[in-house]
């Protein structure tokens, strides 16, 4: 069983930046691949980003590559995502997901968080 906390969500202008972290509970979180996918009101969740068990690998959504970065740290059983240049699209609820493989679709994950607002404002 692994729990997931989201946290680092707030309101940003077009252009800025937030780093959301996600801490995960138990001993098993190494063992664990991890996403984060994003849903705006009135449409379907999406890939945003996920990051492979030891960090070594990463893949992003088209819409987001270059400006958001997933990282892992397995000491502090924490994943965050960087996103620069936030843009009015990027306004979604992040939920970070936990998966035995790096997966684009959420279906793969087997745990998730509660997840975190993002609001920008135009």
């Known amino acids: 069983q692994v729990q997931l906390v989201e946290s680092g969500g707030g309101l940003v202008q077009a252009g800025g930046s937030l780093r959301l972290s996600c801490a995960a509970s138990g001993r098993t979180f190494r063992t664990y691949a991890m996403g984060w996918l994003r849903q705006a009101p009135g449409k379907e969740r999406e890939f945003v980003a996920t990051?492979?068990?030891?960090?070594?690998?990463?893949y992003y959504a088209d819409s987001v590559k270059g400006r958001f970065t997933i990282s892992r740290d397995n000491a502090k059983n924490t994943v965050y995502l960087q996103m620069n240049d936030l843009k009015p699209e990027d306004a979604a609820v992040y939920y970070c997901?936990?998966?035995?493989?790096?997966?684009?679709?959420?279906?793969?994950?087997?745990?998730w968080g509660q997840g975190t607002q993002v609001t920008v404002s135009s």
């Open positions: 997901a936990a998966g035995k493989v790096p997966t684009m679709g959420g279906r793969g994950y087997d745990y």
């Open positions: 990051i492979t068990q030891d960090g070594s690998l990463t």
